[in-house]
Nanobody
Framework: QVQLVESGGGLVQLGGSLRLSCVAS????????MSWYRQVPGKERELVAT????????IYADSVKGRFTIARDDAKNTLYLQMNSLKPEDTAVYYC????????WGQGTQVTVSS
């Protein structure tokens, strides 16, 4: 059974940091391109960051460049998102996604940044 389980969300003050984790099971994690998305109510889900299956390439949304870092540990089947210098506009539910010929999504973790 395929599962992606996010954790690490919570309430943080402006300028604070959080590290999100996404633990994968039920598929060969290392061959999948992995991404973090986020969504706020009433808006479309937006891509935050992507890391290739080799880990050699990372891509970030302009809004998070220089503040967020995506990483993966294939030995632990885990995807990470280090979020620094958080802003209120980063408040959203954050989802991880695995993509190859098919895609899988996690259930999401809430991040709230207070001003």
């Amino acid at each position: 059974q395929v599962q992606l389980v996010e954790s690490g969300g919570g309430l943080v003050q402006l300028g604070g940091s959080l590290r999100l984790s996404c633990v994968a099971s039920g598929f060969i994690f290392s061959v999948y391109v992995m991404s973090w998305y986020r969504q706020v109510p009433g808006k479309e889900r937006e891509l935050v960051a992507t890391i290739t299956n080799t880990g050699g390439t990372t891509i970030y949304a302009d809004s998070v460049k220089g503040r967020f870092t995506i990483a993966r540990d294939d030995a632990k089947n885990t995807l990470y998102l280090q979020m620094n210098s958080l802003k209120p506009e980063d408040t959203a539910v954050y989802y991880c996604k695995a993509l190859r010929t098919e895609s899988y999504w996690g259930q999401g973790t809430q991040v709230t940044v207070s001003s």
